[in-house]
C-alpha cells in the first residue's frame, strides 16, 4: 500500500486566508493547537462553556485569544477545529454547534469516534473533516516551537465545497505536522486505530508491567527494585527503538542476553488470537458501544477500577520509589 505524504512544501495555506478558526474546547491539544495556528499567521478564536463553569475560558483569555460561548465562536468561525473529548461532543454540538452552523463552514474533529458511529450528523453543506497529529498537546507545542512537527493524519468524510481536503491539510501546516509529514486516511482507519492501539498497545504494556512488578514481588523480590524493573528500564529502551527502529536496538544496542530473551521468550507472553478478536471487536463496533454505555452510565466500571488500582501495591511502591530514587 503506498501512501501520500504531505509536506510543508506541498500544502498551501491559502485555504485559511481571510478565514477566522476557531478551536473549540482549550484543553490540552485544543491550547496547543491555538497557539501554533495563531503563530503560523492564523487568526484563532476559542469557544468554551462559561467562565463560571470552566477555567479554561479565563486561561484562553490569560493566553491572548478572544474568547466567547461555543455557539458565539461557531457563528464567528469559518473553521471548526473540536477539541473536546469525545464523549462530551454530541450533547455539546446539538445544543451549541449545530443551530449556529452555515453552508459552507468546516467542522475539523481530532478524532472521528462521534461522526463514524453516528452520534454527530453534520449538515450536507458543512465540510466534515479530520486532522490529528500523533502527540499529547504539549509535545506538539514543543515540537513546534523547536521548528519541528509531529506526524498526523487527515480524512474527509463529506466535500461540501470542493476543497475539504486542502482545508484539513491547511490546519495541519498551521499546527506544523506537515513539518515532518502528514497522511491522508478514512474516519474509520483513523478511529478504529486509535481506539486498537490504545487497547493493545497502552492496555497490554501497562498490565504486562504491572504483571512483571507482581510476580517478581510475589517472589520475593525487593518491591523497589520490582518497581525498577517493571517501568524504568522500559522507559530508556522504548526511547532507543524510536530514534533507530527495533532492530537495531535488539541486535546491536542490548546485551546478547537481552537478545536471545527478546527474541525466544518474548512471543510467549502475546496472546495473539486475543489481540485479533479485540481487533475484530472493534471493528464491529463493540469497543465503541460498550464505551458509550460506560460513560452514559457514568462510568461506574472505570471509577470502580481506579479505586483498586489506585490502592494496589504497585502504585504504593510507585509514590515511595519517585520520593527515593527521583523522578
Same mark, same amino acid.
Given at each position: 500500500?503506498?501512501?501520500?505524504?504531505?509536506?510543508?512544501?506541498?500544502?498551501?495555506?491559502?485555504?485559511?486566508?481571510?478565514?477566522?478558526?476557531?478551536?473549540?474546547?482549550?484543553?490540552?491539544?485544543?491550547?496547543?493547537?491555538?497557539?501554533?495556528?495563531?503563530?503560523?499567521? %492564523?487568526?484563532?478564536? &476559542? #469557544?468554551?462553556?462559561? =467562565?463560571?463553569?470552566?477555567?479554561?475560558?479565563? !486561561?484562553? *483569555?490569560?493566553? @491572548?485569544?478572544?474568547?466567547?460561548?461555543?455557539?458565539?465562536?461557531?457563528?464567528?468561525?469559518?473553521?471548526?477545529?473540536?477539541?473536546?473529548?469525545?464523549?462530551?461532543?454530541?450533547?455539546?454540538?446539538?445544543?451549541?454547534?449545530?443551530?449556529?452552523?452555515?453552508?459552507?463552514?468546516?467542522?475539523?474533529?481530532?478524532?472521528?469516534?462521534?461522526?463514524?458511529?453516528?452520534?454527530?450528523?453534520?449538515?450536507?453543506?458543512?465540510?466534515?473533516?479530520?486532522?490529528?497529529?500523533?502527540?499529547?498537546?504539549?509535545?506538539?507545542?514543543?515540537?513546534?516551537?523547536?521548528?519541528?512537527?509531529?506526524?498526523?493524519?487527515?480524512?474527509?468524510?463529506?466535500?461540501?465545497?470542493?476543497?475539504?481536503?486542502?482545508?484539513?491539510?491547511? %490546519?495541519?501546516?498551521? &499546527? #506544523?505536522?506537515?513539518? =515532518?509529514?502528514?497522511?491522508?486516511?478514512?474516519? !474509520?482507519? *483513523?478511529?478504529? @486505530?486509535?481506539?486498537?492501539?490504545?487497547?493493545?498497545?497502552?492496555?497490554?504494556?501497562?498490565?504486562?508491567?504491572?504483571?512483571?512488578?507482581?510476580?517478581?514481588?510475589?517472589?520475593?523480590?525487593?518491591?523497589?527494585?520490582?518497581?525498577?524493573?517493571?517501568?524504568?528500564?522500559?522507559?530508556?529502551?522504548?526511547?532507543?527503538?524510536?530514534?533507530?527502529?527495533?532492530?537495531?536496538?535488539?541486535?546491536?544496542?542490548?546485551?546478547?542476553?537481552?537478545?536471545?530473551?527478546?527474541?525466544?521468550?518474548?512471543?510467549?507472553?502475546?496472546?495473539?488470537?486475543?489481540?485479533?478478536?479485540?481487533?475484530?471487536?472493534?471493528?464491529?463496533?463493540?469497543?465503541?458501544?460498550?464505551?458509550?454505555?460506560?460513560?452514559?452510565?457514568?462510568?461506574?466500571?472505570?471509577?470502580?477500577?481506579?479505586?483498586? =488500582?489506585?490502592?494496589?501495591?504497585?502504585?504504593?511502591?510507585?509514590?515511595?520509589?519517585?520520593?527515593?530514587?527521583?523522578?
Amino acid at each position: 500500500m503506498t501512501e501520500k505524504i504531505y509536506r510543508d512544501a506541498d500544502v498551501d495555506m491559502a485555504p485559511l486566508q481571510g478565514k477566522t478558526v476557531a478551536v473549540i474546547g482549550y484543553g490540552i491539544q485544543g491550547k496547543a493547537q491555538a497557539a501554533n495556528a495563531r503563530d503560523s499567521g %492564523v487568526k484563532v478564536i &476559542v #469557544g468554551t462553556r462559561s =467562565a463560571e463553569e470552566s477555567p479554561s475560558r479565563k !486561561q484562553a *483569555e490569560a493566553d @491572548g485569544f478572544a474568547a466567547y460561548s461555543i455557539g458565539e465562536a461557531t457563528r464567528l468561525a469559518d473553521v471548526l477545529l473540536i477539541e473536546l473529548a469525545d464523549p462530551a461532543q454530541p450533547p455539546i454540538y446539538k445544543a451549541e454547534i449545530a443551530p449556529h452552523l452555515s453552508a459552507g463552514k468546516t467542522i475539523c474533529f481530532c478524532h472521528g469516534f462521534n461522526v463514524l458511529y453516528g452520534a454527530i450528523q453534520p449538515p450536507k453543506d458543512v465540510n466534515t473533516v479530520l486532522f490529528v497529529p500523533n502527540a499529547p498537546g504539549h509535545f506538539v507545542r514543543q515540537k513546534y516551537l523547536a521548528g519541528e512537527g509531529i506526524y498526523g493524519c487527515v480524512a474527509v468524510d463529506h466535500d461540501a465545497t470542493g476543497d475539504a481536503l486542502a482545508i484539513a491539510l491547511a %490546519v495541519a501546516k498551521a &499546527v #506544523g505536522s506537515t513539518r =515532518a509529514g502528514v497522511v491522508e486516511m478514512s474516519f !474509520q482507519h *483513523e478511529t478504529e @486505530g486509535d481506539n486498537f492501539e490504545e487497547q493493545i498497545l497502552y492496555g497490554g504494556a501497562i498490565h504486562l508491567m504491572k504483571m512483571c512488578f507482581q510476580t517478581m514481588v510475589d517472589n520475593g523480590y525487593p518491591p523497589s527494585f520490582a518497581y525498577a524493573k517493571a517501568i524504568r528500564s522500559l522507559r530508556c529502551v522504548i526511547d532507543v527503538m524510536d530514534e533507530v527502529g527495533i532492530e537495531e536496538y535488539v541486535s546491536r544496542r542490548c546485551s546478547r542476553t537481552a537478545e536471545f530473551a527478546i527474541r525466544t521468550r518474548g512471543p510467549r507472553v502475546i496472546n495473539e488470537e486475543a489481540i485479533r478478536e479485540i481487533f475484530r471487536e472493534t471493528e464491529r463496533g463493540e469497543f465503541a458501544r460498550d464505551w458509550m454505555q460506560e460513560w452514559a452510565l457514568g462510568m461506574p466500571m472505570l471509577h470502580r477500577l481506579r479505586r483498586t =488500582a489506585a490502592a494496589g501495591e504497585m502504585e504504593q511502591t510507585g509514590r515511595q520509589w519517585r520520593q527515593e530514587f527521583g523522578t
